[in-house]
């Protein structure tokens, strides 16, 4: 199956954490990329990051001056959805509401009836959110991980009604962008968050039970255990709200299976709005 062609402009909405990291990918692998967000704020966030990432791998002498510019110059922030009409593939990356998701997809497939529609959910079911399209055969799960522009995994997550010719395309883009895709079929919280719930869901009872304090365990499961991240770092970094959701989600779609049963102390840190380091404030402060 043959990836994408460069040629072909690459839309991406939400400009967020995950949003920012997957255009910088895109537009380093050679496509315009149009970057979308319902926040003019959220989008000069999100190229600001870009501009940073970038910057420091010119000075890492990952990158030269020359193709640093031509990569800046392929991103083209809008605010308005009908400017993605040109867009070969559209990947979203706003937030992990079903409700949210479908209705921006029944917009998509008004406005772009001929691209690949592909969500970076989650956990949330691409056979749900394709339900509400005539065409649920063009949507696939495109799932990055977190910072999407250095983590190499790439989740291609099928619904029961994604065509397989369109999961293999994207496996090949996946690939061509420097990735390591894997196919996997829309199952709560697919493979990754399914298999990590339990990582978070027990560092947050151990917190709650008062053995130790997040500084202390994050340091055991990172220097003694060899995780690259404890859980509370690693939360920190994916943002609260979008960890608890998953779980809520996790949990909702297990027909409220004790395992996957949402924390009381990470809902308390939603509801303070201490989301991790993008508000400067979760477990832990970030000046
Ligand atoms: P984020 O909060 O950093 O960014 C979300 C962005 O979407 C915000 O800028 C917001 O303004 C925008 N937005 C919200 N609703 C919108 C709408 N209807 N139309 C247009 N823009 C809208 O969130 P994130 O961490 O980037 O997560 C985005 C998605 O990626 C979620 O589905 C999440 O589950 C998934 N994801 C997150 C991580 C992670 O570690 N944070 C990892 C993998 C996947």
Known sequence: MKPLPTTETVAVIGAGAMGSGIAQVAARAGHTVRLFDM????????????????????????LDAAEREATAAR????????????????????VEKLEVKQTLFAELERIAPQAILASNTSSLSITAIGSVLRAPERLAGLHFFNP?????????????????????QLFA???????????TRSTPGFIVNRVARPFY???????????????????????????????FELTDLIGHDVNYAVTASVFEAN??????????IQHELVLAGRLGRKRGQGFYAYG
């Open 39 to 62: 926040n003019p704020e959220a989008i000069e966030r999100g190229i600001a990051s870009i501009t940073r990432n970038l910057d420091f791998l010119v000075e890492r002498g990952k």
């Open 75 to 94: 991103l083209v922030p809008t605010t308005r959805l009908e400017a993605l009409a040109d867009a070969g593939l559209i990947i979203e990356a706003i």
């Open 148 to 168: 999407a522009d250095r983590m190499r995994l790439v989740e291609i997550v099928s619904g029961l009604a994604t065509a397989p010719a369109l999961a293999g």
């Open 173 to 183: 883009t996946a690939k061509a962008w420097g990735k390591d895709p894997v196919h």
């Open 201 to 231: 869901a027990e560092g947050l009872k151990v917190l709650a039970e008062g053995a130790a304090s997040p500084a202390s365990l994050d340091a055991v499961m990172r220097d003694g255990a060899g995780f690259p991240m404890g859980p």
């Open 255 to 264: 027909y409220g299976d004790d395992r996957f049963i949402p924390s009381l």
